[in-house]
């Protein structure tokens, strides 16, 4: 069965720093997706960036990068010039290549100081 | 455009009544999926659909829990009867296809509380 862990449950970043929030998962699939999402206060679940296992560039989306060592079943991500609207749970997730459900991890929570 | 709709957006309830919750995928959409959130579980997945057929329904914790998909543009998730460990907030996810890839997109979620 695939899993999905997050070590740490809350993290803290200065407004305009970065910070990299962990992730690693179990898998016996060589073809699938993983991604992360962002669950603001509001509840909504945002999707946050993705990344496809086959490909080894990591994603990027303008202050959003991930960290994708497939070997190691790692997939971390950096957020650049942080933002206090970055503030949020963020959870990291995996997802069969041929579809199903999304496997998330626990959430980390991240907080934004001004 | 609007996303994915969900009703109610907060329900409380009495233990033994039935709860219905209701979701409106976004106009295309041909998968649906129902995830369930609690602090002791996380999120996980309850079924999902693809062109209004079950696909997926292991992560239904019960008999108790239902879920029907009656045409492309609607679907319900009922428990009957409620019980207090069902309060979690639940979510209504579409999108266009199952595949991996093709973007799972949310709905607000609703907060269920079972008293």
């Known amino acids: 069965a695939q899993t999905v862990t997050q070590s740490q449950p809350e993290m803290s970043v200065q407004e305009a720093e970065t910070v990299t929030l962990s992730c690693t998962y179990d898998?016996?699939?060589?073809?699938?997706?993983l991604f992360w999402y962002k669950q603001p206060p509001s509840r909504q679940m945002i999707l946050v960036i993705r990344?496809?296992?086959?490909?080894?560039q990591n994603a990027t989306e303008n202050r959003f990068s991930v960290n994708f060592q497939k070997a190691a079943k790692s997939f971390s991500l950096k957020i650049s010039d942080s933002q206090l609207g970055d503030a949020a749970m963020y959870f990291c997730a995996y997802r069969r290549a041929q579809g199903g459900k999304l496997i998330f991890g626990q959430g980390t929570e991240l907080s934004v100081k001004p | 455009d609007a996303g994915v709709i969900q009703s109610p957006r907060h329900e409380v309830t009495e233990m033994g009544q039935e709860v219905t919750l209701r979701c409106k995928p976004i106009?295309?959409?041909?998968?649906l999926f129902w995830y369930r959130q609690t602090m002791m579980r996380g999120l996980e997945l309850l079924i999902y659909?693809?062109?209004?057929?079950?696909?997926?329904d292991s992560g239904m914790p019960e008999d108790r829990f239902s879920a029907k998909m009656p045409n492309a543009s609607f679907s319900t998730l009922k428990i009957q009867p409620s019980e207090p460990r069902d309060s979690a907030v639940y979510f209504c996810?579409?999108?266009?296809?199952?595949?991996?890839?093709?973007?799972?997109?949310f709905g607000p979620g609703t907060r269920l509380t079972v008293l």
């Open positions: 659909f693809n062109n209004n057929v079950p696909i997926d």
């Open positions: 990344q496809e296992a086959y490909k080894q």
């Open positions: 996810a579409s999108s266009l296809g199952a595949r991996a890839y093709n973007e799972q997109f």
């Open positions: 106009s295309g959409h041909n998968s």
């Open positions: 898998t016996s699939e060589s073809d699938y997706y």
